[in-house]
């Protein structure tokens, strides 16, 4: 007597045919025992999405700066590095936004982490760096392209490492420069000079500065205050408001310097606490 084929099984709640929308990530529940999920958050990354466009959209205005150039429109380009300039600190929002929208509506997923990754890299790393090559840097030749990738390089062996650190380093402390805050004061550096009308030809040397020293921190052992111990959703004392308000206000009475300058403080703040602390440990000996 002949067996029946086996009838076909059908397919699991984790699999289909459709060939989009198949994510599929393993976590677990309440109780610890381990389940699948198919999809991703929907709101967390909208955010980190929208930080991924800026950081694309100051490229865009980075290349369209240098076409500019090209065709003697020296106020034009000056206009296309604001831009491109702007729309890093407007990542730099996004980017703030997509984990504490996630936190704070239990949206957290090792997807929405990893692509938050990856978006970083292109806002806070490619962007600033082809923004300072463009601006400034492309007039010292290799020299420039070198410094614009120690940037670059600088900024993706951040994220690699913050990613593998998640979970086990102190959350007062970044270790390293902050990819969006060396951002910061790449893109500060060009939105501030090019207001003035100031050509970066004119400052390559320094900016190769700045942007190599960025680069470098970003790497280095220095501790900086990463401010999460800062308690967004209790109450706070009605003068805080006030002081949130004033914050506001100067920085929008001059946001190119105001920007630049609260960065760079933030830059050298991690440098001069080294020094403070390495001075007391020798006076304690």
């Known amino acids: 007597m002949s067996e029946r084929p086996e009838e076909p099984k059908q397919a699991s709640d984790a699999e289909s045919l459709l060939p989009i929308d198949e994510h599929i990530e393993e976590g677990h529940d309440a109780e610890g025992r381990k389940v699948r999920h198919r999809g991703i958050y929907l709101l967390p990354n909208l955010f980190t999405t929208a930080n991924l466009f800026a950081g694309f959209y100051s490229i865009i205005n980075s290349m369209s700066a240098q076409s500019a150039l090209s065709a003697g429109d020296a106020i034009g380009a000056s206009k296309y590095f604001a831009f491109a300039a702007i729309a890093i600190f407007v990542a730099m929002v996004l980017d703030g936004l997509d984990g504490r929208v996630a936190r704070m509506t239990n949206t957290q997923s090792a997807f929405g982490a990893e692509y938050d990754s ?30 614009a990738f120690i940037y670059v390089a600088g900024a993706a062996l951040r994220l690699a490492r913050f990613n593998t650190q998640v979970g086990t380093a102190d959350k007062r402390y970044f270790i390293g420069l902050a990819s969006p805050a060396a951002a910061g004061v790449v893109a500060g550096i060009v939105w501030a000079f090019s207001d003035y009308g100031i050509q970066g030809s004119k400052m390559s040397f320094l900016v190769a500065l700045m942007v190599a020293a960025a680069g470098m921190l970003m790497v280095s052992n220095i501790k900086y205050n990463s401010f999460k111990e800062l308690d967004l959703k209790g109450r706070v004392p009605f003068v805080a408001i006030l002081a949130v308000v004033l914050v506001f ?21 991690g440098p001069i606490q080294y020094l403070l602390r390495l001075r007391r440990h020798k006076k304690a000996e």
């Open 118 to 147: 990856l978006s970083d890299m292109v806002a806070f790393g490619v962007a600033p760096a082809l923004l300072a090559f463009g601006w400034a840097l492309g007039d010292m030749g290799k020299v420039g392209w070198m410094v």
């Open 249 to 269: 206000a100067v920085v929008f009475s001059d946001p190119p310097r105001i920007l630049l300058l609260v960065f760079l403080a933030y830059a050298a703040s």
